[in-house]
Nanobody
Framework: QVQLVESGGGLVQAGGSLRLSCTAS????????MGWFRQAPGKERGIVAT????????YYADSVKGRFVISRDNVKNTVYLQMNSLKPDDTAVYYC?????????????????????WGQGTQVTVSS
């Protein structure tokens, strides 16, 4: 497993932006596909965005498509989630997760079961 630490959460007004970062250590970062998930109070954890090890393929949940951008820097061992035009419905704890293997495709990354490492989460609160 790889160790993951998220940062960048906070309180922002609706329409604002935040950039989350997730830095990995302990294993070769480029051997992992990455994903961002979120969990709002009283709701199940759900996928937000995913990215394969090269960064060439990405996926976004419909609720964030066009507003969020996932990217990664394999030199800095970091995956990012740029969140723009934030809405109160985006309020949640955001988690990054790592799925081992360079052959993991985008479809497989939609399932939380393929991830073997999770960060501790960072709170994002969007006020109206």
């Amino acid at each position: 497993q790889v160790q993951l630490v998220e940062s960048g959460g906070g309180l922002v007004q609706a329409g604002g932006s935040l950039r989350l970062s997730c830095t990995a250590s302990g294993r070769t970062f480029s051997d992992y596909a990455m994903g961002w998930f979120r969990q709002a109070p009283g709701k199940e954890r759900g996928i937000v965005a995913t990215i394969v090890w090269t960064g060439a393929s990405t996926y976004y949940a419909d609720s964030v498509k066009g507003r969020f951008v996932i990217s990664r820097d394999n030199v800095k061992n970091t995956v990012y989630l740029q969140m723009n035009s934030l809405k109160p419905d985006d309020t949640a704890v955001y988690y990054c997760a790592a799925a081992p293997g360079r052959r993991v495709g985008i479809r497989a990354l939609l399932s939380a079961d393929v991830y073997d490492s999770w960060g501790q989460g960072t709170q994002v609160t969007v006020s109206s």
